[in-house]
């Protein structure tokens, strides 16, 4: 069993920056892929990106890639989120994710955050 906290969300303008922490309970948190997802008002959830669980493989959607950097501490159990460049359309509210292979879809996640809202404004 995995419990994760997502923080570090909040308003920030076009342009600017944002580090999410995804912050795991339990001594498993390195056997786990970390995926991250968001979701916008009136859409469905979507991928953004993971991380293995070493932390040496890393994959990202298009509409990110270049802009934010995932990665782990399994030490801290801790995974994060770089955002940089932000945009009004990457308005959502983030979740991170613990699975046991590497995803871009939902289905394998087997553990889920509460959410944090991150919003842009232009």
């Known amino acids: 069993q995995v419990q994760l906290v997502e923080s570090g969300g909040g308003l920030v303008q076009a342009g600017g920056s944002l580090r999410l922490s995804c912050e795991a309970s339990g001594r498993t948190f390195s056997t786990y892929t970390i995926g991250w997802f968001r979701q916008a008002p009136g859409k469905e959830r979507e991928f953004v990106a993971l991380?293995?669980?070493?932390?040496?493989?890393?994959a990202y959607a298009d509409s990110v890639k270049g802009r934010f950097t995932i990665s782990r501490d399994n030490a801290e159990n801790t995974a994060y989120l770089r955002m940089n460049s932000l945009k009004p359309e990457d308005t959502a509210v983030y979740y991170c994710?613990?699975?046991?292979?590497?995803?871009?879809?939902?289905?394998?996640?087997?553990?889920w955050g509460q959410g944090t809202q991150v919003t842009v404004s232009s």
């Open positions: 994710a613990a699975g046991p292979i590497q995803a871009t879809n939902e289905r394998p996640y087997d553990y």
């Open positions: 991380v293995s669980k070493s932390g040496y493989t890393t």
